[in-house]
């Protein structure tokens, strides 16, 4: 009986080793021989699967995807528990991990604005990750306090993770987690009630 082939387990070893090979020497410089090297395995092996460096990119983005999406599942709770900063903090770059992960959402975003077709996909990607964070917070905070609020999550970490990512020794990760804290928790805080005005008796 022949062997059967995990072709969705190669296509993610493969991505995970272009997450690694595009954190080392970027984009631009990468040689389909650094993905096979990354992971261990002959250079064949990776043109069996991809044609080309954004065939790999993709890949490797959709293996990121993956893992976010992976790690929104703690959020619910800690927002539970109520600490959803600290759950959102563990999308920091503060790991050589991260912050490849990170490098390659900016080589993405790079290619990206040229690309119609990748600029649609990298749009899709925010949806899924958008929407999975609403679902979320939709299971602990009401709408009239929901609204934009996973916008404004997104947005913040994507700004921390700029710099931190780019800047790595400027951004310690008590850095990243305290401006990602000043920016989130006024968003989490509880709301004063509001006293309503009392009738005048005549």
Do not use: C, N
């Given at each position: ?88 903090a563990a999308f920091l770059p503060d790991t050589e991990e991260r912050r490849r992960d990170w490098k390659v959402w900016f080589a993405f ?45 997104v947005a913040a970490v994507d700004g921390v993770s700029i710099r931190a990512a780019l800047e790595p020794e400027d951004w310690p990760p ?29």
């Amino acid at each position: 009986m022949p062997k059967q082939v995990d072709h969705a387990g190669r296509i993610r070893t493969i991505a995970s080793a272009a997450i690694q090979a595009i954190g080392e020497v970027g984009l631009d410089a990468l040689r389909l021989r650094d993905v096979a090297e990354a992971g261990a395995m002959t250079t064949g092996a990776v043109t069996h699967y991809f044609d080309g460096k954004d065939a790999v990119l993709e890949a490797a983005l959709a293996e990121v995807v993956r893992r976010i999406l992976e790690g929104q599942a703690a959020l619910d709770a800690e927002v539970e528990r109520g600490d959803p900063v600290a759950a959102i903090a563990a999308f920091l770059p503060d790991t050589e991990e991260r912050r490849r992960d990170w490098k390659v959402w900016f080589a993405f975003w790079a290619r990206a604005a040229a690309d119609e077709r990748l600029r649609a996909l990298h749009k899709s990607y925010y949806a899924d990750v958008i929407g999975r964070l609403d679902a979320t917070l939709a299971r602990h905070i009401p709408p009239r306090r929901r609204a934009g609020l996973a916008d404004a999550i997104v947005a913040a970490v994507d700004g921390v993770s700029i710099r931190a990512a780019l800047e790595p020794e400027d951004w310690p990760p008590e850095r990243q987690r305290r401006t990602l804290a000043l920016l989130l928790a006024p968003l989490f805080a509880p709301q004063p009630k509001t006293r309503r005005p009392m009738r005048k008796t005549r």
